[in-house]
T-cell receptor, first 115, second 110 residues
Framework: DADVTQTPRNRITKTGKRIMLECSQT?????MYWYRQDPGLGLRLIYY???????NKGEISDGYSVSRQAQAKFSLSLESAIPNQTALYFC??????????????FGPGTRLTVL | RKEVEQDPGPFNVPEGATVAFNCTYS??????FFWYRQDCRKEPKLLMS???SGNEDGRFTAQLNRASQYISLLIRDSKLSDSATYLC???????????FGQGTTLQVKP
């Protein structure tokens, strides 16, 4: 079984709809992240959480919200989806105390299309 | 200026070739550096961490030049299976956050 899972894997929705992307991990990591990837722009950080009570905005948080329901679960919501939120979304996890060389482990991604 | 810049390519090389990618970063206080590999439509995975002294893992060699603020990845004896996008990644400080370059695409041809 995959250590970091994301649901759904693909989603097509319409402008204005609310949508939630879910991420679960069995790695026991405290830190979780949400990124989006667009062609030519690389991965950009949306939100990150270092533990259940610690949630922080990344570089592109506008239009998104998150919920850290448990150590293992971190959800990303688009309250009112718009077409420029069409992208590939990745969840990632990492350990807390690995110093400077802290590897991030990624889920398989969710391909979201907003029409 | 982007925080982490890479030539997007694509780099098209024959099997057995040696190919090198460079990456520049803007924050001179950056603490640690990585190369991640991403196959088409898949998630990124760590390929190598880049240490100050340079490091090698089989056919892959990573080097860091702090004075010029660039990181390099050298792949020797390219294989078809090396075809992927290589992401240069920088940790700007001990924050737990990473900054990703847009990636360099490599296509190894028979």
């Amino acid at each position: 079984d995959a250590d970091v899972t994301q649901t759904p894997r693909n989603r097509i929705t319409k402008t204005g709809k609310r949508i939630m992307l879910e991420c679960s991990q069995t790695k026991g990591h405290d830190r979780m992240y949400w990124y989006r990837q667009d062609p030519g722009l690389g991965l950009r950080l949306i939100y990150y959480s270092f533990d259940v009570k610690d949630i922080n905005k990344g570089e592109i948080s506008d239009g998104y919200s998150v919920s850290r329901q448990a150590q293992a679960k971190f959800s990303l919501s688009l309250e009112s989806a718009i077409p420029n939120q069409t992208a590939l979304y990745f969840c990632a996890t990492s350990e807390s105390d690995r110093g400077l060389y802290n590897e991030q482990f990624f889920g398989p991604g969710t391909r979201l299309t907003v029409l | 200026r982007k925080e982490v810049e890479q030539d997007p390519g694509p780099f098209n090389v024959p099997e057995g070739a040696t190919v090198a990618f460079n990456c520049t970063y803007s924050n001179s206080a950056s603490q640690s550096f990585f190369w991640y590999r991403q196959d088409c439509r898949k998630e990124p995975k760590l390929l190598m961490s880049v240490y100050s002294s340079g490091n090698e893992d089989g056919r892959f060699t990573a080097q860091l030049n702090r004075a010029s603020q660039y990181i390099s990845l050298l792949i020797r004896d390219s294989k078809l299976s090396d075809s992927a996008t290589y992401l240069c990644v920088v940790n700007p400080g001990n924050t737990g956050k990473l900054i990703f370059g847009q990636g360099t695409t490599l296509q190894v041809k028979p």
